[in-house]
């Protein structure tokens, strides 16, 4: 079952122990920035306070074992980990909750839970570790209205690497399992998946793979995609499984219609993934850059270079501060190699020189080279290390700066290395437009999170102060302008979060129409009731 | 227009001087092979005496200029390039030559064209360079008698480079650039695709990516997949086109629908594609293993490296003889490495220091290293030129061969390199079993075109002695025994030559059955008539 010390109403852990020292530095310079120090932070809700409605169903007597109704259970399914999802949960409003909460022990319970949904008219959410950001495991109230209830399938108990093909170098992996737990019943096999999205330490593979989530490697392998050589998915038709095939041409590619389905098609259960032998080879170093254009040009150079970096972030300076990375005098990009074979040192070498070329000031990390076997980071000197601490942390600091009432969002998208600077503008432009129109202030900061040879995957961070109250209509309308920009400039609503319901509008003016219903025939076939996550990804049928 | 240089009945065109000394030490080969010196070969038809039916609808007077009935456009757009289309080109029948052939001007003419196809009830079938080995342009009997009459697309006058990005490295290219045409239009830029499948004289972009060829490269881009930054389609129901992102995350891969459609949802008449810096350095070499196993032992190595060759064949050795490579006492294993940047020998001595720890005897090539900007082979001894020479003069020998009266076949296909052995040792054994059954002898021979880290595409080659008049059926018998060994074995029907009619009993069985129901509603979202290309890919609606 689900762990309880896991928050109903946020990120994480109950018992993470945040660093003070931080808290009171962000609180710092949020003040100095916005020039009104930050109110106390919220309290946390009580779980016994929050408003939750009755469920609409009972639990069914042949799935007592699996199925509860318990309120934690219904409150930490409610949301994913969105901002708004954060606030929501903070107001105590939890009034779209599931009615009953599954977790089934295998794939026969997934099955056998997907006929009764079917058979009383019950919509399915699944779930994998619910740190969905877009509102991916949410039941509006739309979609509360059309259904007889809401069931939210939680995959916690598919947590099993079942296989392991070491000829081949790939692991049979179950849906539910999270991060850590993949990379525990690896380690012994000398293998390591190394997909490392933000949410790590609470989201699943078939989480990743149903949301086509962004991993630790900037190039290469950017998406879970790049991992999967077979799926298995239980639909309301039945069960969906491709065969393990390294290359497969045949018509269009099968696999596809199951990566990014957002559980609208089905449940994942199982996966074979391409594992990675653990690196023993790694060089990185840092560079720093007067102005953003010429970090820019750099990575631009780096990915049409064919030197394929593992990790290749280019940080704005003013986001580098927050993130405890610089001093905020240069932007700095954060450079690393790796390699479980061959000595890293002369790519990096090359790289840097490429970095430098475009204007920048390069430092190769004390610990770079060839390293032992142990897990150092790939870039190893301060403001690396700094940075990559933060990184997983950052989630759990979300919700602090949610608590002290600010508004923040993130946007990512991927645009042409033509099309970057007119889409920065525009983005920043509605932003800031945005921010001041409807919180008097803002800061926005960028990153590259991924490159490729035609473009970069550009992220966005906004905080704004507001107030409790004030933050759900503020995000609304900042969400929206920025959204349509984004849109407007040719980018994508999503490069790895995934659409869920919050992105759904933009997705629907970006993709093909016709393509659109492509997808929606393809649903149809699968789930002719329309019972699967519906609103997300698709209109609801 | 097509050129009437093209040979209506086999591959390239008339004028091609085929070397009488190789077409001589080939005849002796097969003659010693099998103990029978070949026949002497059929000759090319005439246009005037094959049986060619009446068309069964005549021009329209709205398409009187780019729609034609005349017999040799007919007849040289009947088939694609494959063993039974030769032999049936040979035997004079083209019976079921489409009515009509279209050369449209421009994507308006083929909208057009649909309209007027969907209101008429005309079967559609789009037509690139015509080089499909899998049945892709045909009309069979089942197609023409269902539709009123069969229109062949011909897009070769969408020939055309319509722009070129220099900052994001990519070119907006037409559907009907033959691989010539656009290589040519983009060496001005300081640009190639480098996208050179053993069709690639007589294909186009648009067909590739139909059909989802694979090209030059062993590992990375083995697909033009992985060139492919958005696609624009017409289809029954309008254009589709996606946006140029470089890894867009949201929802289903969009391009996914189109890459590998096979003109059964459209016609694919505009595609971004991201190109390549030309070559500057290489480094090859080629390696060789006393066994088939040692060779397999190595590339899978290779592979799991991460080091990336960019030509990476493993030849049989009784298949390198027959290439002009090598003298059949060793498997061959040509590499190559190529960057437009950096220096690639390291990367190859590293490379081949691998293939000698899986017992290889490894040679540089001389004019391996750093070269000039010139376009020298990737591995420039005699054994790796020699074969790169034969490799796109292939086609042309088939056909002799076919006109020698031997059956002829590839099988190409991907599995784990787990699976490997198992599968290799039944399509074998299934292979030689026919062989002998059907013909009374033959050879089998394999090469690896394509390497991934979980698993190579190997590729096998056919040939039994025959005689005219039994080829076809012999073919039959082959091809299925050996196609079912492939799907029985867990392989693919296709890597890279696509589904077509040919293919697609057997992609029926390996598909899993809902994700074929997917991609037959997503058919008919865009084509509700089933006009497109009806009867290839999937089974006519």
Not at 400 to 417: A, K
Not at 442 to 471: E, K, M, N, W
């Amino acid at each position: 079952m689900f762990d309880t010390d896991r928050k109903f109403w946020g990120w994480g852990v109950s018992s993470f122990p945040f660093p003070q020292p931080l808290l009171d530095r962000v609180r710092a310079l949020l003040g100095a920035r916005f020039g009104v120090a930050p109110p106390a932070a919220r309290p946390a809700p009580e779980l016994a306070a929050i408003r939750i409605p009755a469920p609409a169903i009972v639990v069914p007597a042949q799935f007592a074992d699996i199925v509860t109704a318990e309120r934690y259970h219904r409150a930490a399914h409610t949301y994913g980990k969105a901002f708004r999802d954060v606030v929501r949960a903070l107001d105590g409003d939890f009034e779209c909750a599931p009615d009953l909460v599954a977790y089934p022990r295998d794939e026969d319970d997934v099955a056998r839970l997907l006929r009764w949904a079917g058979a009383t008219g019950v919509a399915v959410i699944p779930f994998g570790g619910g740190s969905s950001v877009v509102g991916g495991v949410e039941a509006d109230r739309e979609t509360r209205g059309r259904f007889a209830g809401v069931l939210s399938l939680d995959l916690c108990r598919l947590d099993r690497v079942l296989a392991v093909d070491r000829v081949s170098r790939c692991a049979r992996v179950q849906g539910g399992t999270y991060g850590p737990a993949l990379e525990a019943q690896l380690k012994p096999h000398g293998y390591t998946l190394r997909h490392f999205p933000q949410s790590f330490e609470f989201s699943t593979v078939g989480g990743w793979i149903a949301t086509r989530a962004g991993g630790h490697y900037a190039t290469l392998y950017t998406h879970i995609d790049d991992f999967v050589e077979s799926v298995r998915m239980v639909t309301p038709a039945g069960v969906l499984e491709t065969r393990r095939l390294p290359g497969n041409g045949a018509g269009p590619q099968e696999d596809r219609l199951v990566l990014g389905s957002e559980g609208a098609f089905g449940v994942i259960t199982e996966a074979w993934l391409r594992v990675q032998d653990t690196p023993r080879c790694r060089a990185g170093g840092t560079v720093s850059f007067a102005t953003f254009e010429q970090g820019a040009a750099a990575c631009r150079a780096l990915a049409q270079s064919g030197l394929f970096p593992a990790n290749a972030r280019l940080i704005e300076r003013d986001e580098a501060v927050f993130m405890g990375a610089g001093d905020g005098s240069h932007h700095i990009l954060v450079l690393g190699f790796e390699s479980a074979l061959l000595p890293q040192d002369d790519k990096l070498s090359a790289a840097l020189a490429i970095c430098e070329a475009s204007g920048g000031k390069a430092r190769k990390a004390a610990a770079g080279g060839n390293a032992g076997g142990d897990d150092r980071a790939s870039a190893s000197d301060d403001s690396a290390d700094q940075w990559k601490e933060s990184f997983l942390r950052a989630p759990y600091l979300r919700d602090e700066i949610v608590r002290m009432g600010y508004v923040c969002e993130t946007f990512e998208t991927c645009t042409t290395w033509a099309n970057f600077p007119a889409l920065d503008a525009a983005v920043r432009a509605a932003a800031q437009s945005a921010l001041q129109e409807h919180c008097g202030a803002g800061l926005v900061t960028c990153r590259f999170t991924h490159l490729y040879p035609d473009g970069p995957a550009p992220y966005y961070t906004i905080i704004a102060p507001s107030r409790p109250g004030r933050q759900l209509a503020q995000w609304d309308a900042i969400k929206d302008a920025v959204s349509r920009a984004l849109i407007e400039q040719g980018g994508t609503i999503t490069h790895h979060h995934a659409v869920g319901k919050d992105h759904r509008p933009y997705y629907l003016m970006q993709n093909a129409p016709l393509s659109l219903a492509m997808l929606e025939a393809a649903k149809r076939a699968v789930d002719p009731q329309g019972i699967m996550n519906p609103g997300t990804l698709l209109p609801p049928a």
